[in-house]
């Protein structure tokens, strides 16, 4: 299989949206053929970056690359950033407002999911400038 | 058990269902902070939650569970129910509480 490349906007202003590149994403990976469980991780993985650009920050990019051994997703947004990774991804650890607390988000669980499901993650942010959060999941495990 | 041999079980109200009404239960989870389900629940659960909107069905859809069951009297928003129609995700619904829910899903699932 040769390399399959996706790409998302993400709207800033809508979360009852975010979810639609994941679920898109999820589509194309079972026409793709891909194992389910691995369907699975990456589906969680990516909605949980996708639902933070949303909350956290202003909406933002999604790459997905596909290759034969790995799924590669690229979180690009231009948000307020992320002063201290290591406390954020804390389980427990949130700053969500009240208004999407009574949706069911701020469990603080996201990023400790998105490391949880994904083989290779990482996180690169500055205040004021945005976050990148890379993540790759192996489709055959690495022995 | 499938959901629809669920749903009949338990007597819940069938809020919304297509195909997926035949999927098998695999297990159960019960919660309503949408991270922690995202990282517990296991596909194939009926997950018994209190969160009827489309976050909730989005998350259902990505975790890969069997279906929703909403307790408490709690019922699906109008655009959760369109999107659970179109994501094929069953909803269903009940007046109990949580606990005594799982308490019979517990037994019929043993
Ligand atoms: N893209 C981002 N831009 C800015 N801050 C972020 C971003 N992603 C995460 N954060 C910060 O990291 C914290 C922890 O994120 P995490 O996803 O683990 O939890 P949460 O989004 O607050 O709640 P949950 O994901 O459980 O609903 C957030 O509350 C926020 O302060
Ligand atoms: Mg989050």
Redesign the pocket.
């Known amino acids: 299989m040769s390399g399959i490349h996706l790409h998302y906007d993400v709207p800033g202003d809508d979360f009852t949206r975010a979810g639609e590149a994941s679920g898109s994403v999820k589509k194309a990976l079972r026409q793709l053929g891909i194992p389910a469980e691995v369907i699975r991780k990456v589906a969680i993985a990516m909605y ?1 970056g996708e ?3 949303v ?3 202003y909406g933002g990019t999604v790459d997905v690359e596909v290759t034969g051994e790995d799924i590669t997703m690229v979180l690009k ?1 231009t ?4 002063e201290d990774i290591d406390r ?1 991804m804390t389980a427990g ?4 407002p009240d208004n999407v607390r009574s949706l069911g ?8 999911n998105m490391k949880k499901y994904t083989d290779e993650m990482t996180v690169e ?1 500055e205040v004021g400038v945005g ?1 990148t959060v890379t993540m790759k999941v192996y489709i055959t495990p690495k022995a | 058990m499938t959901v629809a041999e669920m749903a009949n079980a338990l007597s819940v109200t069938v809020r919304c269902g297509g195909d997926a009404m035949s999927r098998e239960i695999g297990g159960c989870y019960c919660g309503d ?3 922690m389900v995202m990282g517990r629940a296991k596909a194939d659960d009926i997950w018994l939650t209190v969160m009827g909107n489309m976050n909730s069905v989005a998350v259902a859809t990505l975790a890969d569970a069997a279906c929703i069951l909403l307790c408490e009297g709690v019922e699906m928003d109008a655009e959760g129910e369109a999107k659970a129609l179109q994501q094929d995700v069953p909803v269903l619904q009940t007046e109990l509480p949580v606990y005594e829910t799982a308490a019979k899903i517990a037994a019929l699932l043993k």
Do not use: R
């Open positions: 949980e639902i933070n650009m909350i956290h920050a947004d948000g307020p950033g992320i954020a650890y949130s700053t969500a988000f701020g469990a603080g669980m996201g990023l400790p942010s976050t | 902070l949408l991270s």
